[in-house]
């Protein structure tokens, strides 16, 4: 059976990943390269794992999350669904089992809030995983005088980290923002769609979603 570690030795896979953060670096946004698709994966495993489900899901989950932005090196627009469609072939002359891929690109293709659903436990799992990603390590831009609303926000976060309590059923991200470079309500601005799309994937979980920011309880 195919495993992350199969996935990362891929230089396809890995052409890609580079190419699509410096084409993303071009156009401004934050850091999608190794170190997002990384945690990203971990998250994702971490998540079906505490939960119980089983092993092969639990790795399907840290592969979906290892290939989810293979579409940056299209396009920003739609990278989730281009993504799926790149991974296909690739997992196929892998050798992956074609239920298994089926998984996996429609958790890829589902990860965008824009038209994304949970529509297994794998996307469900991305989605918590991919959106709990916020932090000033993400910020490429040096000059904060020319931060856009992204930055400052991501920026602004000096702690991020998902808990997933399997006895309460309960998928909590935990911020720590520095209020002074970026309002609450300002990461609610952009980020809400997010935080919903989260607490949906976390009911498919059949798990209560939570938004804690310093120290209090917002969702």
Known sequence: MITLEDIKKDPVIDA?????????????FTEHSYRHVSLVSSIARNVLERLGYPQRQVELAAIAGYMHDLGNVVSRNEHGISGAVIAYPILMQMGM????????????????????????SVAAALIVADKSDVHRSRVR?????????????????EHS?????????????ELTIDIDICPVMEYFEIFLSRMIMCRRAANFL?????????GAKLL
């Open 97 to 120: 089992h074609p239920e298994e891929i089926a998984t996996v690109i429609s958790a890829i293709a589902n990860h965008e809030e824009q038209y994304g659903h949970a529509i297994n």
């Open 161 to 173: 980290f998902l808990w997933v309590a399997d006895d309460k059923r309960t998928i909590t991200m």
């Open 206 to 214: 059949k798990c209560k979603f939570e938004l804690v920011v310093n």
């Open 141 to 157: 831009n040096s000059d904060f005088a020319t931060f856009d609303i992204h930055d400052r926000v991501n920026y602004a976060v």
């Open 16 to 28: 890609f990943i580079r190419k699509g953060n410096k084409y993303l670096s071009v156009l401004g």
